[in-house]
């Protein structure tokens, strides 16, 4: 029993953490969340976001505390001389990447936009609405799947193989979304392998929170796309209607379904694997300083700095 349970230094092994840190998140939801959105039956698509948020937070916050026995910090969301830089570049990318989507689109004239018809002051409005939503739901997805878990699973599996199970994950999380298919499953795999990569090239989620949140902002809010399938009409600044095939546009689940964002991923990853420009990793506290092997794998991978 000690030897399914627990490694041979005696630590329960990694993939119990992880099964431990997935129940502490459902009891946060259970306990505290979810009572308080069936009590206010009129709950938005914002508040969950927000409380999804703090229930992720709470969860990892516990998990790092008594089963690792670090901060919160030592996560990924360590704030140091590199992370506006990181955040920064994170953006930068996530907004090239969906710029570059609609601007082929609109070359082959896929697409039509149209400007909604509010004053600025609703502009300002839905401006930040967005902003703070999907910069809670980026948050929320990273801190639960390559937050305390895939750092975890890392410890007992690898680099590679925790990365690939996590991305797995993350996109059977969106297996319920309205309008999805092979290509979009395919699609958000990948994209969660080149966030996992941008984790271990920085030791930090700041960099895969800053292209994730950039991705489903500019996607939505800066040009009418359909995000994953659902509907955040009330997000957009711009009403855009696709025309074109669908397995190159993604058509109604949105260009995560599609083959333009296929192309888009390979050469953010191709960037984030070969740069040798990214804001350096420098040594904070995170879950495994002391791993040796984990550290040597890093490095004959090229996955950290």
Request: proline content about 3%; aromatic content about 14%.
């Amino acid at each position: 029993m000690i030897t399914i349970f627990k490694n041979p230094f005696g630590e329960i092994r990694s993939g119990w953490r992880v099964v431990l840190f997935i129940l502490l998140f459902a009891l946060a939801g259970t306990a505290v969340f979810i009572p308080i959105i069936l009590r206010l039956l009129s709950a938005t698509q914002f508040l969950v976001s927000i409380l999804s948020l703090a229930g992720v937070v709470l969860a990892t916050f516990v998990a790092a505390r008594f089963l690792e026995k670090r901060k919160l910090a030592a996560t990924g969301l360590a704030v140091n001389k590199n992370t506006m830089r990181q955040l920064g570049l994170g953006c930068l990318l996530g907004w090239l990447m969906m710029t570059a989507i609609f601007g082929i689109e609109y070359s082959l004239g896929y697409v039509k936009v149209e400007m909604p018809d509010f004053s600025f002051a609703n502009a300002l409005q839905a401006f930040g609405i967005s902003t703070a939503f999907f910069a809670a739901a980026a948050m929320f997805e990273e801190m639960l799947v390559r937050g305390y878990a895939m750092q975890v699973l890392a410890q007992g599996v690898g680099v590679v193989w925790s990365s690939i199970i996590t991305a797995v994950v993350f996109s059977v999380l969106h297996i319920a979304n309205p309008n999805i298919g092979g290509l979009a499953f395919v699609n958000i795999v990948l994209v969660g392998i080149v966030f996992a990569l941008a984790y271990w090239r920085t030791r930090s989620l700041w960099l895969p929170f800053g292209i994730h949140f950039s991705w489903n902002f500019a996607q939505t809010t800066l040009y009418g796309f359909p995000t994953s399938g659902q509907d955040f009409t009330r997000y957009e600044l711009t009403k855009l209607t696709q025309f074109g095939p669908e397995w190159l546009t993604g058509g109604a689940f949105g260009p995560e379904a599609g083959a333009f964002a296929t192309l888009m991923i390979v050469l953010c990853g191709a960037y984030l694997f070969f740069s040798y420009s990214l804001p350096s990793y420098v040594q904070q506290n995170v879950l495994e300083p002391d791993d040796r092997r984990l550290t040597a794998e890093l490095a004959g991978r090229r996955i950290a700095a």
